[in-house]
């Protein structure tokens, strides 16, 4: 059986897709992650950017999204004086671009080159620098944020206490990624569309919370469970069969349907009515299909 990748505790298998992709769960530490023996990524993964470039910034940048992290920016803004932001894995730039539009001088790193090249093509800010360059000065951003990267990569641990090292005293790190824990997950089993070869790490709120004590003194702030599944909900109303999320849920067609049937929901006001009430039980259950986790650096004097 293959070692827990976190802390070499021992496994047992949670999860396999008919391809034969499989998920461990680890009986120490608790943390699902994909076991690497089962599957591999193909290398030109992260390239789907790169057929992305020549698309216009209206088709890059839905509206809908846009609201929804103009939002998370306002909310970050609301907490915290300073205004540097770094979003992580910026990609195609649209939390930078929307944080720009709520005041924050916002830059991006990613480590596609295609996306920052999108980015700049926009006008932003965006690098192609790694989190750990020294190009990134320590204690010099207000806030980090990490949308749905913190399961890609190798060591999260170690992406955390970089995010800790790089905040000023009181800045804040908000992140979002699949919840293992939802209701979607649940329902669609090894359809849930965020099982992908391209994620390692498959957090619940309870090992998502045990990673950030074991590999920082960051504060939990917040962290709630957020958004129903669309393909759930069509799996549970059993009108279609399961959406092909594709490569991950980035792109492709189950990313349009969903985008689709999102902007339905939104254009409702009865429905928007009941996703709300539904998100709030999700935030109270903890089932909701994605974390997102506000932390916060404790001002220097706090630590005395
Ligand atoms: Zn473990």
Redesign the pocket.
């Known amino acids: 059986m293959t070692?827990?990748?976190?802390?070499?505790?021992s496994?047992t298998t949670t999860l396999v897709r008919a391809d034969g992709l499989r998920l461990v769960r680890?009986?120490?530490?608790?943390?699902v992650?994909l076991d690497p023996e089962s599957t591999s990524l193909d290398p030109g993964f992260y390239e789907y950017y790169a057929e992305r470039e020549d698309l216009p910034v209206e088709v890059l940048h839905l509206p809908l999204t846009t609201d929804r992290l103009r939002a998370v920016a306002r909310d970050l803004s609301r907490r915290v004086g300073g205004r540097r932001l770094l979003d992580v894995g910026c990609g195609e730039g649209q939390l930078v671009a929307s944080a720009l539009m709520e005041g924050w001088q916002a830059s991006g790193i990613d480590l596609s080159a295609a996306a920052i090249r999108i980015c700049r093509r926009i006008g932003l800010d965006c690098s192609e620098t790694d989190l750990f360059s020294d190009r990134l000065i320590l204690g010099s951003f207000d806030a980090i944020t990490m949308i749905e990267l913190v399961e890609h990569v190798e060591d999260p641990r170690r992406v955390l206490a970089r995010v800790e090292e790089l905040l000023a005293p009181g800045g804040l790190a908000y992140l979002t990624t699949p919840n293992y824990h939802s209701l979607g997950r649940r329902v669609l089993g090894e359809d849930w569309g965020p099982v992908s070869p391209a994620h390692l790490w498959y957090f619940s709120p309870r090992s998502l919370r045990s990673l950030v004590r074991a590999a920082t003194d960051l504060e939990v702030v917040a962290l709630r469970t957020k958004n129903l599944s669309a393909a759930a909900l069509r799996r549970i109303a059993r009108r279609r069969p399961p959406v092909d999320m594709g490569l991950g849920g980035h792109v492709g067609e189950g990313f349009a349907a969903e985008q689709e049937l999102r902007h339905r929901v939104e254009s409702s006001a009865l429905l928007r009515a009941a996703k709300a009430a539904a998100n709030g039980v999700f935030s109270f259950s903890g089932t909701g299909e994605t974390i997102a986790l506000l932390l916060r650096k404790g001002a220097i004097e706090d630590r005395r």
């Open positions: 070692p827990c990748r976190r802390c070499h505790g496994t680890c009986q120490r530490c608790r943390t992650q």
